[in-house]
């Protein structure tokens, strides 16, 4: 099956917040092809399929954080008349297991994969970051090393 959306796309709707990779629901309910308000009474109606480490509702400041990392005109912001829910990649996919819609199970399955895509870049830059790291370490020690043989030196050149 060929890609609804193109994967960029859905990437730069994905934010962190609260230590959590998250997308908010007006960008998820763009994607699904349906209304915001919709999404969001289809997760009212089904509460217990959404924990805090699944759906979250942003507070106050989390908001104004997400606004400045985007560009929201002001048109935008006035439909921001709630503060957005925040959907980790576990509460996208109970979002499609509620709206119960073809596209939804689709573009859920497109999201999900740039989730683990993404989780996959993350490990492999700690794991070059922790590389780079120990190369600094053994740096450290031979540094030390030769500034005491230069040291040494000195101080018999000097005598």
Do not use: C
């Amino acid at each position: 099956m060929s890609s609804l959306i193109p994967h960029e796309r859905i990437q730069k709707g994905i934010f962190n917040i609260r230590g959590m990779n998250v997308m908010i629901d007006r960008d998820i309910a763009e994607l699904y092809g349906v209304e915001t308000r919709a999404l969001n009474q289809a997760v009212s109606r089904n509460l217990e399929r959404f924990p805090d480490d699944f759906a979250f509702q942003l507070t106050a400041e989390e908001m104004r954080d997400w606004m400045s990392q985007i560009v929201i005109s002001e048109s935008d912001r006035m439909g921001l008349r709630k503060k957005p829910h925040a959907f980790t990649e576990h509460g996208i996919l109970m979002l499609s297991n509620v709206l119960k819609s073809e596209r939804a199970v689709s573009v859920s399955i497109q999201i999900i994969r740039v989730f683990s895509r993404m989780r996959e870049m993350m490990q492999g830059y700690r794991e070059l970051i922790e590389r780079i790291q120990k190369i600094e370490k053994r740096q450290d020690v031979e540094s030390k090393e030769i500034w005491k043989a230069i040291r040494l030196l000195q101080s018999t050149v000097m005598k």
